[in-house]
T-cell receptor, first 112, second 112 residues
Framework: GENVEQHPSTLSVQEGDSAVIKCTYS??????FPWYKQELGKRPQLIID?????GEKKDQRIAVTLNKTAKHFSLHITETQPEDSAVYFC???????????FGAGTRLAVHP | DSGVTQTPKHLITATGQRVTLRCSPR?????VYWYQQSLDQGLQFLIQ???????AKGNILERFSAQQFPDLHSELNLSSLELGDSALYFC???????????FGPGTRLTVT
């Protein structure tokens, strides 16, 4: 079945540094790629998404890039703050399976 | 607040029992999705309903079933509960033909 590989599984950075999380996939028909942030014990929250006709999208300190040829997309967080500490999940919409498929998650820790 | 509501927040029950989890989607959303998240695990897609009809199925056990009612709220029924069913159960909703999914606060199920 469709699979999304997410790396790294854990990421530790100093406050003010940048953080990058990468996801790779195999289904070339995928056309929607969201990122979710989940704080401990809380609901996943949609923070940014990108569609296949766009290569990059930015929202303040968060950006997502998509390389459809290489089949990978990445989340970039600049000027990280302690409140960015959470688990981040990438996902993609699989037309073949008609559902969102999630990566395994990246636990980001931002140290003051 | 995503606008998706779930009840109850917490549920503690014994093995072999049956429980019902309830979800109300955002106003106007026709699709409801159910996910299971075990401790420190990713999001496992269970099932999707669209305007009352089952649309997609994931790794849902035969002991689990769901339905969506005419007022668009959904219920997830879990029966013959086992210790391994202890998890956070999230529902999410999305608009007609929209990919963006918004998650509810979840129901934490503990099976003892």
């Amino acid at each position: 079945g469709e699979n999304v590989e997410q790396h790294p599984s854990t990421l530790s950075v100093q406050e003010g540094d940048s953080a990058v999380i990468k996801c790779t996939y195999s289904d070339s028909a995928s056309n929607y790629f969201p990122w979710y942030k989940q704080e401990l014990g809380k609901r996943p929250q949609l923070i940014i998404d990108i569609r296949s006709n766009v290569g990059e999208k930015k929202d303040q300190r968060i950006a997502v890039t998509l390389n459809k040829t290489a089949k990978h997309f990445s989340l970039h967080i600049t000027e990280t703050q302690p409140e960015d500490s959470a688990v981040y999940f990438c996902a993609l919409f699989s037309g073949g399976y008609n559902k969102l498929i999630f990566g395994a998650g990246t636990r980001l820790a931002v140290h003051p | 607040d995503s606008g998706v509501t779930q009840t109850p927040k917490h549920l503690i029950t014994a093995t072999g029992q049956r429980v019902t989890l309830r979800c109300s989607p955002r106003s106007g959303d026709l699709s409801v999705y159910w996910y299971q998240q075990s401790l420190d695990q990713g999001l496992q897609f269970l099932i999707q309903y669209y305007n009352g009809e089952e649309r997609a199925k994931g790794n849902i056990l035969e002991r689990f079933s769901a339905q969506q009612f005419p007022d668009l709220h959904s219920e997830l029924n879990l029966s013959s509960l086992e210790l391994g069913d202890s998890a956070l159960y999230f529902c999410a909703s999305s608009g007609a033909e929209s990919y963006e999914q918004y998650f509810g606060p979840g129901t934490r199920l503990t099976v003892t």
